[in-house]
């Protein structure tokens, strides 16, 4: 039995429609293919972004297995061209199927197991395998529908495909993502590509179909979009017990913001851990002895005025304002979120001593980089309380351009800190931010403390090596600033002169060789085995 007979003595098909209502209908079907074919390959950089990190590393991965993937489709849709009517049909089952559940088992992989990395590659290799094979099988199905020359034929599927990634690439970040999910958004997009398949083969193409090929079609088509309906009912309770899999069972909040994945768990103010895309950022069990560090060093001296750069949870204003002379603070923080819960939930706002309420406090909600070239000046202290630097969107946050923005603003006399990650187990990344600070004009004093669980991936596994906190403390001029505390210093649970005495020390015994600084053009925080 041989399906579309018609083609192979090269006739034209016969279809229920005109054959330029046909084309128009095959160019649609590239077009809603092409859409999803984009949305699949988004979600799965956006999600490896979340849960691997180092967004450039995945984003390379993701598009270069694809593209190389598409190669070997296209050359294997060679053998499918006589049967090019049920081989796009079974193509797109299960390219909706394998793309609209692959956010779905990366998730899995990354909550359960703890790992996504081969299950990111298998996925993108799959799916521009079944990507790559659809041009060749739809330029068949175009031509023995209204036959062209093959130049035409060819502009009008890629112009059908370009048109349908553009509004794919759109609707991911703008809608799919924001109003659906990364999970649900998936599986719908993949019944939409099934739905899309199905139909121009089972309408535009069934009287090429045998029988026994229609029926095949029809029951794969149903069993998968009744599959991606189903996960799509279920995709809250597999949310839910996913994320108790990585965080634990005492999830009180877990928040998809426009930026970020914001996650609480614990059951009041001393057991409270907040997660960022799944990476634990703040523990109350020791978050005092960071932000201690973090802050204090730098308020020694004139400290009217102060400025901190991320920090939306509250915990570093919340040492700044324990300073009665603060006059005032500004916050500059990226996601409205994160500074909603900082003043909105009960544990949170206890943690950080309610500092929001404080009306020496005035939050703002931008890019910090971009608020630093909109013009201030006059800070006596700059904090930067932003995530360890990589490879990410964040990454311009720890250029020499973004710590000369910070010169600019610092008073005379002003002094920045920032935090530059683990000095132990990413030393090459610590002293890039050292190096970067010194390449914007600033002298430098680095110091660090030893941490006890603070900043690794969520996962199974939370039982890594303690490694420590680093920091640059920096001011403009030709002498470092001293590394001491100020005499109006409130009483600290875990900071002593002695104490930073030792920081010093710590941060100084794995220096490094001069690094290059790190800048907009040449990034140079790549993570460090």
């Given at each position: 039995?041989?399906?579309?007979?018609?083609?192979?003595?090269?006739?034209?098909?016969?279809?229920?429609?005109?054959?330029?209502?046909?084309?128009?209908?095959?160019?649609?079907?590239?077009?809603?293919?092409?859409?999803?074919?984009?949305?699949?390959?988004?979600?799965?950089?956006?999600?490896?972004?979340?849960?691997?990190?180092?967004?450039?590393?995945?984003?390379?991965?993701?598009?270069?297995?694809?593209?190389?993937?598409?190669?070997?489709?296209?050359?294997?849709?060679?053998?499918?061209?006589?049967?090019?009517?049920?081989?796009?049909?079974?193509?797109?089952?299960?390219?909706?199927?394998?793309?609209?559940?692959?956010?779905?088992?990366?998730?899995?992989?990354?909550?359960?197991?703890?790992?996504?990395?081969?299950?990111?590659?298998?996925?993108?290799?799959?799916?521009?395998?079944?990507?790559?094979?659809?041009?060749?099988?739809?330029?068949?199905?175009?031509?023995?529908?209204?036959?062209?020359?093959?130049?035409?034929?060819?502009?009008?599927?890629?112009?059908?495909?370009?048109?349908?990634?553009?509004?794919?690439?759109?609707?991911?970040?703008?809608?799919?993502?924001?109003?659906?999910?990364?999970?649900?958004?998936?599986?719908?997009?993949?019944?939409?590509?099934?739905?899309?398949?199905?139909?121009?083969?089972?309408?535009?193409?069934?009287?090429?179909?045998?029988?026994?090929?229609?029926?095949?079609?029809?029951?794969?088509?149903?069993?998968?979009?009744?599959?991606?309906?189903?996960?799509?009912?279920?995709?809250?309770?597999?949310?839910?017990?996913?994320?108790?899999?990585?965080?634990?069972?005492?999830?009180?909040?877990?928040?998809?913001?426009?930026?970020?994945?914001?996650?609480?768990?614990?059951?009041?103010?001393?057991?409270?851990?907040?997660?960022?895309?799944?990476?634990?950022?703040?523990?109350?069990?020791?978050?005092?002895?960071?932000?201690?560090?973090?802050?204090?060093?730098?308020?020694?001296?004139?400290?009217?005025?102060?400025?901190?750069?991320?920090?939306?949870?509250?915990?570093?204003?919340?040492?700044?304002?324990?300073?009665?002379?603060?006059?005032?603070?500004?916050?500059?923080?990226?996601?409205?979120?994160?500074?909603?819960?900082?003043?909105?939930?009960?544990?949170?706002?206890?943690l950080n001593a309610h500092a929001y309420r404080d009306p020496r406090l005035t939050a703002v909600t931008a890019d910090a980089f971009n608020w630093l070239r909109a013009g201030h000046a006059g800070y006596d202290v700059v904090i930067s309380d932003l995530p360890a630097p990589g490879i990410t969107a964040s990454t311009k946050l720890y250029s020499a351009e973004f710590y000369g923005l910070i010169?600019?603003?610092?008073?005379?006399?002003?002094?920045?800190?920032?935090?530059?990650?683990?000095?132990?187990?990413?030393?090459?990344?610590?002293?890039?931010?050292?190096?970067?600070?010194?390449?914007?004009?600033?002298?430098?004093?680095?110091?660090?403390?030893?941490?006890?669980?603070?900043?690794?991936?969520?996962?199974?596994?939370?039982?890594?090596?303690?490694?420590?906190?680093?920091?640059?403390?920096?001011?403009?001029?030709?002498?470092?600033?001293?590394?001491?505390?100020?005499?109006?210093?409130?009483?600290?649970?875990?900071?002593?002169?002695?104490?930073?005495?030792?920081?010093?020390?710590?941060?100084?015994?794995?220096?490094?060789?001069?690094?290059?600084?790190?800048?907009?053009?040449?990034?140079?925080?790549?993570?460090?085995?």
């Amino acid at each position: 039995m041989i399906d579309q007979q018609v083609s192979l003595r090269g006739g034209a098909a016969r279809i229920p429609v005109r054959p330029r209502t046909g084309r128009l209908l095959v160019l649609a079907a590239v077009f809603i293919c092409a859409a999803c074919g984009l949305v699949y390959e988004l979600e799965l950089v956006a999600l490896a972004s979340y849960l691997i990190g180092d967004s450039v590393t995945q984003a390379s991965v993701v598009l270069s297995v694809m593209v190389f993937a598409m190669g070997i489709g296209s050359l294997l849709a060679k053998r499918l061209r006589s049967h090019a009517a049920v081989g796009f049909g079974l193509i797109e089952a299960g390219l909706a199927l394998i793309g609209g559940s692959s956010a779905l088992v990366l998730y899995a992989s990354f909550a359960w197991i703890g790992e996504s990395r081969f299950a990111l590659v298998g996925f993108s290799l799959a799916i521009g395998v079944l990507i790559g094979a659809e041009i060749p099988l739809l330029m068949t199905l175009i031509q023995r529908v209204d036959r062209q020359d093959a130049g035409g034929t060819v502009a009008d599927l890629f112009a059908a495909d370009y048109v349908g990634a553009l509004v794919g690439g759109l609707a991911f970040p703008f809608l799919l993502l924001p109003v659906l999910g990364q999970l649900t958004g998936a599986l719908l997009t993949g019944m939409v590509n099934a739905a899309a398949g199905g139909a121009l083969v089972l309408w535009v193409f069934r009287r090429d179909l045998a029988p026994r090929s229609r029926w095949l079609l029809i029951l794969v088509n149903v069993s998968v979009i009744a599959l991606l309906a189903t996960a799509t009912v279920l995709a809250d309770d597999f949310e839910r017990a996913a994320r108790r899999a990585v965080y634990g069972d005492e999830v009180r909040v877990a928040v998809q913001t426009d930026v970020q994945e914001v996650v609480l768990t614990g059951t009041g103010r001393s057991s409270l851990d907040l997660y960022l895309d799944g990476r634990l950022r703040v523990s109350a069990q020791d978050e005092y002895r960071y932000h201690e560090a973090l802050v204090h060093p730098a308020m020694d001296g004139r400290h009217a005025r102060v400025l901190i750069l991320g920090g939306g949870d509250g915990l570093a204003a919340r040492e700044v304002l324990r300073y009665p002379d603060v006059r005032s603070v500004t916050l500059v923080e990226i996601d409205p979120g994160v500074t909603r819960l900082a003043r909105t939930d009960p544990a949170l706002s206890a943690l950080n001593a309610h500092a929001y309420r404080d009306p020496r406090l005035t939050a703002v909600t931008a890019d910090a980089f971009n608020w630093l070239r909109a013009g201030h000046a006059g800070y006596d202290v700059v904090i930067s309380d932003l995530p360890a630097p990589g490879i990410t969107a964040s990454t311009k946050l720890y250029s020499a351009e973004f710590y000369g923005l910070i010169a600019e603003v610092l008073a005379p006399g002003g002094r920045l800190v920032v935090y530059g990650g683990p000095p132990d187990t990413r030393p090459r990344t610590f002293w890039t931010v050292e190096a970067s600070v010194r390449a914007a004009g600033l002298s430098t004093r680095p110091y660090g403390i030893s941490g006890r669980r603070s900043g690794f991936a969520a996962g199974p596994d939370r039982t890594k090596a303690p490694h420590g906190w680093g920091f640059v403390l920096a001011r403009p001029g030709p002498r470092a600033p001293a590394l001491g505390l100020s005499s109006r210093a409130p009483k600290l649970r875990s900071l002593t002169e002695g104490v930073l005495a030792g920081a010093a020390r710590y941060a100084q015994r794995g220096r490094l060789p001069e690094q290059a600084p790190s800048t907009l053009v040449h990034p140079r925080y790549w993570e460090e085995p």
